[in-house]
């Protein structure tokens, strides 16, 4: 009760909130990886300095599905109040990072392997690892359409190579496989939740599918990125420990473009403008297709200690299924939560997101996001979302928190509502 207390009392003082508390830094770095971009900067690459940490606080969640985006999963796949411990150390290629949390959560203790990777990376540009890590493909302001950081990451083996200087431009790939959890839980996000609940009961479920996907990106010039991805879910097997068809495999495809736009920068006064558009699609078969796709738009605009965000996605709108046969049935996600944008596919979204700087040298971040369901969707559920976030450097460490809110709108009920929130107070050990 006292570290909820604290909580509410940290977040009542804010005026708007920011960036990751400590046990969100992977999707931290991913975000401001985003922003370099527009900046035309190349990110800062980890720190060759060993560090660690120590820290206490918590993640919960009630009511309402409400993600916390950019979370890792807290709220959701990550729940109780404890400890936690993350450290890092470089030596040569290599690198090596962890984080691990002890949390209490109804009456039990958990050990979680948040976070790890262990990494080689050759002067010459190629890294190898074997981690469990944040990675954002595709440039959605609630995470990219293939993977983005408001789930828990996977375990997983990746590989990417350098930039090569190719005749059409400069271009570079990224590989990685792995397997999601067993015993998967249905999210509470998916529209026809009820029928596969009930193919799930009937045994119609697949477990432990592999993931593997492949990325490449291309840049013509210094303004202009190109990206053409795609995630595959396949094998894994039922609750007889039958081998899965191999019609039940699943692909989602995505083709990406970003460009610089100085001339908006100088207009608004800003260090740097970019916007992207992109279209996805997830097929109901093995096949490599952005038809139906799901559209989306975006700006971004930075100054010094502030950036401005604005997106348009449509939803979509998949073909009925029956779900007689054994597939896939939690989709593409990973412990209740999605791999891709956080309110799902289907959902159509209105974003603004906000970074500022705050008292006492605090950094702070206000997301506002109007969802609602595909046209197709004759529920017609719409909601409002909010969340905040907020850091402060402290002599011995940092603190920060992270809380996010969601209002459900069904015509003819009643009004709905979910929160989700993290707190960490982190000391540095070195």
Do not use: C
Request: proline share 6%; no cysteine; net charge positive.
């Amino acid at each position: 009760m006292k570290g909820r207390l604290l909580f509410f009392i940290l977040f009542a003082v804010l005026v708007a909130s920011a960036q990751a508390p400590m046990l969100q830094d992977g999707a931290l770095t991913l975000r401001q990886a985003r922003l370099d971009w527009t900046l035309g900067q190349p990110p800062l690459g980890p720190s060759s300095m060993p560090s660690f940490e120590v820290g206490w606080g918590g993640t919960a969640s009630e009511g309402a599905y409400a993600p916390l985006i950019g979370g890792e999963g807290f709220g959701h796949g990550t729940q109780g109040w404890g400890m936690g411990m993350q450290g890092r150390y470089v030596r040569g290629g290599w690198s090596f990072s962890a984080t691990a949390l002890a949390l209490r959560d109804h009456g039990h203790t958990s050990g979680i392997l948040q976070r790890t990777t262990i990494a080689y990376q050759a002067e010459s540009g190629w890294r190898a690892a074997l981690e469990q890590a944040p990675i954002a493909w595709g440039s959605g302001l609630n995470g990219g359409d293939l993977l983005g950081a408001s789930a828990r990451s996977i375990p997983r083996v990746s590989l990417s190579t350098p930039e090569a200087t190719l005749p059409l431009g400069r271009w570079r790939a990224e590989a990685f496989a792995g397997r999601l959890d067993r015993d998967r839980p249905l999210p509470e996000w998916i529209a026809d939740r009820p029928a596969r609940a009930n193919a799930q009961a009937a045994g119609f479920d697949l477990q432990q599918p592999l993931l593997w996907g492949g990325l490449v990106r291309a840049s013509f010039g210094s303004l202009v990125e190109a990206t053409l991805g795609a995630l595959t879910l396949e094998e894994g097997r039922n609750a007889q420990g039958q081998a899965a068809p191999t019609d039940a495999a699943r692909t989602l495809s995505l083709a990406e473009l970003r460009v610089r736009v100085p001339l908006l920068a100088r207009l608004t006064q800003a260090q740097g403008a970019s916007v992207w558009v992109s279209r996805s699609a997830a097929p109901e078969d093995h096949s490599v297709t952005l038809s139906p796709g799901r559209p989306l738009g975006g700006l971004q605009l930075v100054w010094e200690g502030w950036d401005l965000g604005f997106e348009y996605a449509a939803g979509t709108h998949s073909a009925d299924t029956s779900f007689s046969q054994p597939m896939y049935l939690a989709g593409f996600s990973n412990h209740g939560d999605p791999l891709g944008p956080a309110f799902g596919r289907k959902a159509t979204t209105r974003t603004m997101d906000l970074g500022l700087p705050l008292f006492l040298e605090g950094q702070g971040r206000l997301k506002v996001v109007r969802a609602t369901s595909a046209l197709a969707d004759p529920s017609g559920v719409g909601s409002w979302f909010l969340q905040g976030e907020a850091q402060w450097r402290t002599p011995t460490g940092r603190v920060g928190a992270s809380l996010a809110s969601r209002r459900n709108e069904l015509p003819g009920s009643a009004l709905r509502w979910g929160w989700t929130m993290a707190i960490f107070q982190a000391f540095r050990v070195f």
